[in-house]
């Protein structure tokens, strides 16, 4: 979006600060709002772009994205979503299970496309600054490049859903990912009709959201 003294977010003016955070609080994990018409070539380079600039720890950028129309592959890998959302709802107690099933989980064949997120942990060499002690900060650099492609995406009025009912090696295999290239995220991305107001597993009564004060510590854990 054009850097300007305000920002337009769906149609509405607002000072940047509030857009920014008029953003954080729209963003939803789109399920059944997608409506499968196309997104413009450069619309989804704006919200690659503002993926790829997410910080990385020594400037990896271990991230790769995938980008996949193809409605076979969509549909190859929708049914395999499906059986291991059917492996999940067997473990479920009863109770559970008929809430979850109220559920949808993904929208692989009705978004726009999926794009497909990457880790490579090899990326940057054997010495990644900042890596040393903590290897994971490869991955979380990734994840937050998840963070940027969706809050953009959001701000473009499309919207995302994380589909996470799935193997790795099955992905991987579907779309000929490198050995020691992990997928990390199948997102559904896409034009929606609108965005929920309320998160779908909220709605639905799976869980609900913490109050901030309860994730708030001074000083140590125990105050």
């Known amino acids: 979006?054009?850097?300007?003294?305000?920002?337009?977010?769906?149609?509405?003016?607002?000072?940047?600060?509030?857009?920014?955070?008029?953003v954080i609080a729209r963003r939803r994990d789109v399920r059944a709002e997608f409506t499968g018409e196309e997104v413009g070539e450069d619309r989804l380079l704006r919200v690659l772009d503002a993926a790829h600039r997410a910080p990385s720890v020594g400037m990896s950028q271990p991230w790769d994205f995938v980008v996949v129309r193809d409605p076979a592959v969509r549909r190859t890998f929708r049914d395999h979503v499906a059986t291991e959302r059917e492996t999940f709802a067997a473990s479920l107690p009863e109770e559970r299970r008929g809430t979850f099933a109220t559920i949808k989980v993904?929208?692989?064949?009705?978004?726009?496309?999926?794009?497909?997120?990457?880790?490579?942990?090899?990326?940057?060499?054997a010495h990644v600054l900042g890596r040393h002690a903590i290897a994971d900060t490869g991955l979380f650099s990734t994840v937050l490049a998840i963070q940027n492609l969706w809050l953009a995406a959001t701000a473009e009025g499309l919207g995302v859903g994380w589909v996470s009912f799935y193997r790795e090696e099955f992905l991987r295999d579907l779309l000929a990912?490198?050995?020691?290239?992990?997928p990390i995220a199948w997102l559904c991305l896409?034009?929606?009709?609108?965005?929920?107001?309320?998160?779908?597993?909220?709605?639905?009564?799976?869980?609900?959201?913490?109050?901030?004060?309860?994730a708030i510590h001074h000083e140590s854990w125990s105050t």
């Open 1 to 22: 979006m054009p850097e300007t003294a305000e920002s337009e977010v769906l149609g509405h003016t607002t000072p940047p600060t509030a857009a920014l955070y008029d």
């Open 106 to 125: 993904e929208g692989i064949c009705e978004s726009s496309m999926g794009v497909v997120v990457t880790h490579d942990q090899a990326r940057g060499g």
């Open 177 to 182: 990912i490198p050995e020691g290239v992990r």
């Open 190 to 214: 896409g034009t929606v009709s609108h965005l929920e107001t309320v998160p779908d597993l909220e709605r639905h009564g799976w869980r609900a959201r913490r109050p901030l004060a309860e």
